[in-house]
Every structure is written in C-alpha cells, then in structure tokens.
C-alpha cells in the first residue's frame, strides 16, 4: 500500500526532508531556453500517455486500475476503472543516464533541486486545481492490486454492488491510494519516473501550456 506524509502537529515542529533533484528530459533545447526566459512550460495528461505511439514515451494501460478481492470462500472479483482523468502530468526522472536520455532523445534537461515547491507554483497557475501528489513510479508485472486479508476495506469491498460509475471510481481510488497513477511497466524500470500530478476539480483531456517564472528559482539548466 503507498504511504502518503501529512502534517496535523498542535504545536510547531521544524521537520526536514533531504531532497534529490528530479529531472525534466526535454528534445529540444529551445523549450529548455522557453523555461528559464518565461517560465513556460507544457503540462500532459493521462489520456496523451494513452494516446502517444512512442512505446517509451506512452502507455494504453496509462491510469487503469484493478482492484482484485477474494472472499473467504475463495471466490476472486476484480474491477477495473479509470484514474487519472482529472490530472494534469509532468514526467521527470530521478536518475540522468544514457539510457533514459536516449529513450526521450533528449538534448537537455531542466533540474528541478526542489519538486514539491516547483510543483507548488505550477499548481497556482493551473486551472480548478484541488490537490497534488508526487513520487517515485512503482515498476511491477501487473496492475491488479489485490486488497489482502488486514485491509480495512475489505469487508467494506466485499457488501458493495459497484456500478460503474463516479463514486464506485472514487472508492476504488480510496482503496488503493492512487496507486494506480504511479504504475509503470516493469520493462521501463531504468527510466526511473519521478511523477508530479496536479488534480483539477474538473476533467483533463489535453496538455496544458502555462507560464510560471516563479518556478525558475528552484531549477537550472543542463546540456547534454
């Protein structure tokens, strides 16, 4: 199950966190440049990642989720749903290699020293946004996620009728966390996607182009 931090202290307590940098593979240097002239940047969504026909670029399976129960008499029921469809997406990664680099043919890339204030001052600029997450994307075999026999939603699982509609989506997304939005194929392990997703209260069907100099402090460029 991922685990998410949160702060709910009485009094004030000074907590660090050792950040790494995350990177932002870009194919052409002008778009680097774009950046730190103006703060433009270009945001994606799930239903691009479904769409683009660069195998290493894009994924069909992008945002689909496989929620698997099995009842104490043995009996398996698994559903599957769609997540995702109200997010926007930036796709970085956290290690710089040649092999990443000649994946997304980069020619340079943006080093963003600190993603959660960079992801911050993008999420001012974005429309309807709600809430955001950020992290590392989990590389496994498969995307059904099977509730085991300590999850507390298990026998909440287990009476539901689910229809397929918004609030049986909704509660899958409860149950696993958002699992299902870090999910790559185990075969594009050395990428090593570090994902930042802003959530609007509305549905996300295309790229968003934005301009936000206030992220600029927390980056700098790299040439290849």
Not at 43 to 51: D, E, G, I, R, V
Not at 144 to 155: A, G, H, I, R, T
Not at 156 to 169: C, P, V
Request: glycine share 4%.
């Amino acid at each position: 199950m991922i685990q998410y931090t949160t702060h709910n202290f009485n009094r004030p307590i000074a907590w660090n966190i050792k950040r790494e940098p995350i990177y932002r593979i870009l194919d052409d240097v002008k778009w680097m440049d774009n950046f730190f002239e103006t703060g433009e940047l270009m945001l994606s969504c799930f239903q691009n990642f479904k769409n683009y026909k660069d195998e290493m670029q894009g994924d069909s399976e992008e945002g689909h989720g496989v929620l698997g129960n099995t009842d104490d008499k043995g009996n398996v029921s698994a559903y599957i749903y769609d997540s995702g469809s109200n997010a926007f997406v930036m796709s970085t990664t956290a290690i710089l290699s040649e092999e990443v680099i000649k994946d997304f043919k980069g020619k340079c890339a943006i080093k963003i020293n600190h993603p959660t204030y960079f992801a911050l001052e993008v999420a001012k600029k974005l429309p309807f946004i709600s809430s955001g997450l950020e992290g590392h994307c989990d590389y496994i075999d498969s995307r059904v996620y099977f509730l085991d026999s300590e999850n507390e939603n298990k026998q909440s699982f287990e009476k539901l009728d689910f229809n397929n509609d918004i609030n049986s989506i909704e509660l899958f997304k409860e149950m696993t966390n958002g699992r299902e939005l870090f999910i790559k194929d185990s075969k594009y392990i050395h990428q090593n996607e570090y994902r930042l997703i802003w959530f609007s209260i509305k549905d996300v069907s295309a790229s968003a182009f934005i301009k936000c100099p206030e992220a600029i402090a927390f980056c700098e460029p790299i040439i290849f």
